[in-house]
């Protein structure tokens, strides 16, 4: 069976409920990324009202992405420990509780700390979860569902400005504060729509909606492991070890240094070029229209049998096209190559956003997706406070915006390189475990990330037992790293023996005749 083709009845629907939570994944990734930067239309307000610079009233916006992206290891063992739904909902609180006590605030602290600090972190905990249930709801479809989430951050942004701006308009920044807090709260009902799957009722692994609330985490193991109770790992952080994830940490840390920078220096530097004002804010318009686009378009090219397996390489031909655009624009003046410059870079940008966690989820597998993606925002955030404020000083120091793109472009298209280089030399294939003789070539990556998680001693050629938590399912998120073997419906109590000794014949009876009894029956 081709990669990405579960067995029927087996992995995740591919659809059904599905539908509905990828619509809710659609507008948590829309609010997740669109608002951070929605927020910037209230920073003229907010500098006349406290009196403080355009630096200190961006930090708003700076601190709400360093909480989304730095806190992913937090919601990784939230989501671990409580379930996505129950993380959602709590999420979409704080979110919207964060924008209405902002709009109380009277210092740019308060500021910091409700806007900046209680909004992103209920940001934080939209995101992560529903990536991580979307995962749960697709396998064959998943890139397509991928690449639809992923463009509601461009929908969200073209939608969220002007929103802001009429906001401010009619009702001055607090209360568009107030009203935007009231909006976040559709952030509660998507996370109401998280439902977990549920298998069909003639599986003997089916478990209850009680049982799989937690996204897969409180499920109760049907037979514990000899010994003792089977332990849970809130955070996975033994999936660090792995050769395919480093490559894919260090990918992302080396593209978020500069994958960001251009957007948004863009219309300061069209401005400097001699664009007016009001034709280099379009130029943004321009790049979220292409972005909408591009981004399910990826996502149903990389769902093609044909194209699935190669993900890697589609990633990386992304990022080395996002950075030669980079590099190709650094003396661009007119307006037309500017143009051009923004289709091009909505084109590549819409690529590598569809594409990046599908290449996380084939890599690293759905039971140790929660963690991998709370660990790769971590280090994402490193690389966000580095690089754009970076850019930002050299900008004022060198007073040209040219070098900033030759170092952008260098950075993300080196992200690109390394990535298909270490690809190429076998670095995604990590697992120690000798593939299984009778299994179906063309295993899904979710299938080979249930594989690797379990510590067999011998490869064995049946194929798992009805009993054992799929892969792909919710049982999968139960122990994160069990050291055991999966336990079947009719596991022995007693300790597993060698097969080898199972396969020898029993010791054969001594045929020699006791001399006793010989003599005694000749008598």
Known sequence: MGAGCPRRGTGPPDGGWGWAVLGACFVVTGFAYGFPKAVS??????????????????WVSSIMLAMLYGTGPVS????????????????????????????????????????????????????????????LYFERRRPLANGLAAAGSPVFLSALSPLGQRLLEH???????????????HCCACGAVMRPPTRPRGDRAAVTEEEAEAGGTRLRLREAPPGGRARRRLLDVAVCTERAFAVYVVTKFLMALGLF?????????????????????????????????????????AGLARLRP???????????????????????????????????FGLSYGMVGALQFEVLMSVVGAPRFPSALGLVLLVEAVAVLIGPPSAGRLVDVLKSYEIIFYLAGSEVALAGLFL???????????????????????ASGTEDAEAE?????????????AGV???????????????????????????????????????????????????????
């Open 469 to 523: 938590a799929d892969p792909g399912s919710l049982e999968a998120l139960q122990v994160l790293s069990s050291q055991s073997r999966p336990t079947e419906p009719e596991a022995e109590v007693g300790p597993r023996l060698d097969p080898e000794l199972d396969a020898r014949p029993d010791p054969e009876p001594d045929l020699e005749p006791d001399p006793k009894a010989v003599q005694h029956a000749a008598q």
């Open 453 to 465: 998680g379990d510590s067999e001693a011998e490869g064995d050629s049946e194929t798992l037992p």
């Open 261 to 301: 920078v251009p957007a948004i220096l863009l219309v300061n530097y069209a401005k400097d070029a001699g664009v007016p004002d009001a034709d280099a804010a379009f130029l943004l318009s321009i790049v979220g229209f292409v972005d909408i686009v591009a981004r399910p378009a990826c996502g149903a090219l």
């Open 171 to 185: 009702f001055g920044w607090r209360g568009g504060f107030l009203l935007l807090g009231g909006l976040l709260l």
């Open 41 to 58: 239309v209230f920073f003229r307000e907010l500098m006349s009202d406290f009196g403080a610079g355009y630096s200190d009233t961006a």
């Open 310 to 344: 190669h993900v890697a390489y589609l990633f990386s031909l992304a990022l080395l096209a996002n950075g030669l655009t980079d590099l190709g624009s650094a003396r661009a003046r007119s307006y037309g190559a500017l143009v051009a410059f923004c289709i091009a």
């Open 76 to 135: 990784s063992i939230l989501v671990t420990r409580f379930g996505c739904r129950p993380v959602m909902l709590v999420g979409g609180l704080l979110a919207s509780a964060g924008m209405v006590l902002a709009s109380f605030a009277t210092r740019l602290l308060e500021l910091y700390l409700t806007a900046g600090v209680l909004t992103g972190l209920g940001l934080a905990l939209n995101f992560q979860p529903s990536l991580i249930m979307l995962g």
């Open 420 to 442: 298909a280089v270490a690809t190429h030399c076998g670095l995604h294939c990590s697992r120690d475990i000798p593939p299984v003789p009778g299994s179906e070539s063309g």
